[in-house]
Every structure is written in structure tokens, then in C-alpha cells.
């Protein structure tokens, strides 16, 4: 397999232009399908729109790249950070209030825009304080803890077939070579559903009913259709205010996951394009997604352990996976066998997948070495985990209060973020600075300000970079 290298500005690119269509076709189909098991368990757990999930995550994808000029292969598909959110406001994905659940995410992409100006203005390194790993690590150790007894219910519905999914994604990931190493979440999926099926535990009734072709879009079930009769203001302030938060912890995936992209591919994507234009790309697919029903949008790691598999990096490959994604939203009868999933199933992977976003937090933590042994940082995290975690699972299941006759709602999430932020800013030993010059491999580059040297009075170590 041939490759060609070429330069855009000080990147690389290589291309598949010598492989020719057909290869290049299946290259973008092993991306779609990479990133699909992930996306679209989304939608599935939410009650959100699955044919109109595909769309927007081939949509956005293309977004992206058009806002980053192309540079960067990306693929964005269906955020898992933001169920918690959802959960929130429709917590059973009633179809009156998912589209007020999405009008929180669109406000969340906002804060996308409002962090890349920021990093445009004053440079990555001053505003990257006010998140550093103490802040984020235990926020999104909460939200997968904060998501566990949904994972836990459905595996109830039948722990036989849960426990089809978690071993075959285990084994995949543990034991599996070449793509299977690199989809387990679809394996789980698959072979969950087949057990299911050959035990006659699926109704199969709605995909032989669901047309071949339909318009992936609700008008009913997007934010514009909140602004066409009576709305619940109440609602929209407290879904704002319950899922801006949750961004704060995206952010910092966005710009980890970029770190990862860049480590694989051999180019500094975290400065040129630049951060704050990946940041608008992605914040812009979030946007466009939730506006029209569908989840919120982020970089996706399966299709970077496909780019470190394959050595193809040419981001049109990634544009040819999102225009398969648009193309299969427009069959119903795909979305309907998505749908007939097993509850059991579901349970089973999203038990899985939630325990690896509580892991992804701690691993935030341990890579960046936060020093425990200081109380400023024993405090922030153990008031954000005991607030965020706490407040969820109490009777109430959010702080509520009434400003005359508008009542508000902060979840746990909302209230840990808040908390943690504010503590991190104005609590003295702040030790952390963002680094945009050299990359990490596993996530976003911090280095530790040490002090004096021992060996050099008066002298200062060389800090240590993550």
C-alpha cells in the first residue's frame, strides 16, 4: 500500500490518492463503521433520533474539516459526556423534553466559541489554568459514576445478555488483533444482539413496518419546535444551566483527543491549525447537531486507533466517511434495527463505556501527576466528586430555587463544576501551565512549575512535561 506525503503549511499529509476508488471506499466505510457502535448508542439511550444522529455526525464531521481548512483527519460522532445532561431533563427521552435538553447542548457549543476566542485573545497557556487536570479529571470521574445505575437497570432486564456484550467487548479489546482491537464496542453490540435474536427475545416487527428510505429530520423533535407554541421557560434556564457545565469537561477531551490525533499522525495540529479553530469546528458541529435533534458532536478516539492502524492519515478519507454517515440516515429501516436493540444490551455496553469515562478521569489525573499530598488539591476534587455525585442521587435530584415565578434546577454536574472552577481560581498553589509545543500521546500537555532546586540554591528545576 502506497502512500504520498504532502505539506499544508508545516503539516504532512499523507493521502491515499494511489490506492485507488475502491480502496479508498472501503477506507472510509472502516471509519463510519468505527465510529457507528459509539454514535449510535447515543441516540439509543437517550430517545433522541438515530437516522438523525448519522446525518449530523457526517454533517458536523464535514463541518469541521471545512472550518480547519481540511487539515486535520477528525472524524466527530455522538458525545457520551453530555448523557448525563440528557438524563436530566428527559430522563426517560420523552419527546417533549428532549428538544429542551438539546437547546442546552447548542448553549454548550457557545462555550466552545467563547473558549477559542479566549485562546485566540490571551494564548492557551493563561486560560488553560483555570482547568487544569484537578478541575477536569474529577468532573468526569463524576459524570460516568453519576451514570452507572442507568447502565445497571437495563443489564437487569436480562444480566444474560449484558454479560454477552461485556465479555466479547473485553476480549475484543484485550485479546483482539488488527480492527477488531479497534471495535470492540461494535463486536459487543453484534454479538449481544445476535444471542438475543436466535433466543427470540427481539420484535422484529418494526423494521419489516420502517419505509427504505425517509427524511432523517423531526421538525417536532428539534429546538426550533420549542419557540412554535408554548414554552416552558422555566425549563429552558434550568436545561442551560444543568448542561452548559458538562462543556467545561468536553473541552478538555477536544483538546486531549487533538493531542492523540496530532501524536499519531506526527503533526502539531494543537498549533496550526490551532486550537481555537479546532474548538470552533467542533463547537459549530454541536450547534448545527443539537439545533436539528441530534447529540452533541466530538473527535472520536476509535477512528484514531483506525488512522494508527491503517497509516492512512489523509483527512479526505474521513470527509468520505461522514458523506457514508449522511447517506445511511436516509434509511429508516437501518435506524429500526437499531431501535429493536435489546434494553439488556444496552445495558451492558453503556455499563462498560460508562466505567471508561469515570477511567478517562482518572487517568486525566495520574498522567498529569496531581500532587495530593497538597490540600488546595484534596479539597477541589473531593468537593467536586461528594457535590456533583451527591446531589444526583439525593431524594431532590438537583438543588432547586424559585426567582419569582421562574424555578431553577442545578444538577450535581452543575454544582461540582461551579464549585471546582471557583475553588481552583481563587485557592493559592496553582502549579500547572499548558504546553502547545510538544505532544503527548495520551492526552493534553501540562508541565508542573517546580520550585528551587535542592542541589542549586536559588536555582530552579526544569519542569516536567506530560
Known sequence: MSKTKNTIGDQPIYDARSLGTAKKAVLGLQHMFAMFGATVLVPVLTGLNISTTLLFAGVGTLLFHLVTGGVV????????????????????????????????????????????????????????????????????????????KSAIDNCADNWS???????????????????????PIIMGVFGSYLVAAVTGQIDFTPVAEAAWLGFPVDGSRTVFSIFMGERNV?????????????????????????????????????????????LVGDGLATIVASLFGAPANTTYGENTGVLTLTKVYDPAVIRLAAVFAVIFSFCPKFAAVIEVMPAATMGGISLVLYGMISAVGIRNIVETQ??????????????????????????????????????????????????????????????????????NPTGVNFEIAQGKSLAEPGGVDKPDTF
Open 370 to 439: 496531581v500532587d495530593f499530598s497538597k490540600s488546595r488539591n484534596v479539597i477541589i476534587a473531593a468537593l467536586i466528586l461528594v457535590l456533583s455525585i451527591g446531589i444526583n442521587f439525593s431524594a431532590a435530584g438537583a438543588v432547586n430555587y424559585t426567582i419569582g415565578a421562574v424555578s431553577l434546577s442545578f444538577s450535581g454536574i452543575a454544582v461540582g463544576s461551579f464549585v471546582g472552577i471557583v475553588l481552583n481560581a481563587i485557592l493559592p498553589g496553582k502549579d500547572y501551565r499548558f504546553r502547545n509545543e510538544r505532544l
Open 161 to 183: 445478555i449484558a454479560l454477552v456484550a461485556i465479555v466479547i467487548i473485553v476480549v475484543c479489546n484485550i485479546w483482539g488483533k488488527g480492527m477488531i482491537k479497534v471495535i
Open 234 to 278: 422555566s425549563l429552558i434556564i434550568t436545561s442551560i444551566l444543568t448542561i452548559v457545565p458538562i462543556a467545561f469537561a468536553t473541552m478538555m477531551e477536544h483538546i486531549g483527543d487533538i493531542s492523540a490525533i496530532s501524536s499519531t499522525v506526527g503533526s502539531n495540529f494543537i498549533k496550526n491549525p490551532g486550537l481555537h479553530r479546532t
Open 73 to 148: 483527519p477528525a472524524f466527530l460522532g455522538s458525545s457520551f459526556a453530555f448523557l448525563a445532561g440528557y438524563f436530566a431533563i428527559a430522563p426517560h427521552g420523552e419527546p417533549e423534553l428532549l428538544p429542551y435538553a438539546c437547546l442546552g447542548v447548542a448553549v454548550s457549543g457557545l462555550v466552545y466559541m467563547v473558549l477559542a476566542a479566549l485562546f485566540r485573545i490571551f494564548g492557551a497557556d493563561k486560560v488553560m489554568r483555570f482547568f487544569p487536570p484537578i478541575v477536569t479529571g474529577p468532573i468526569i470521574i463524576a459524570i460516568g459514576l453519576n451514570l452507572s
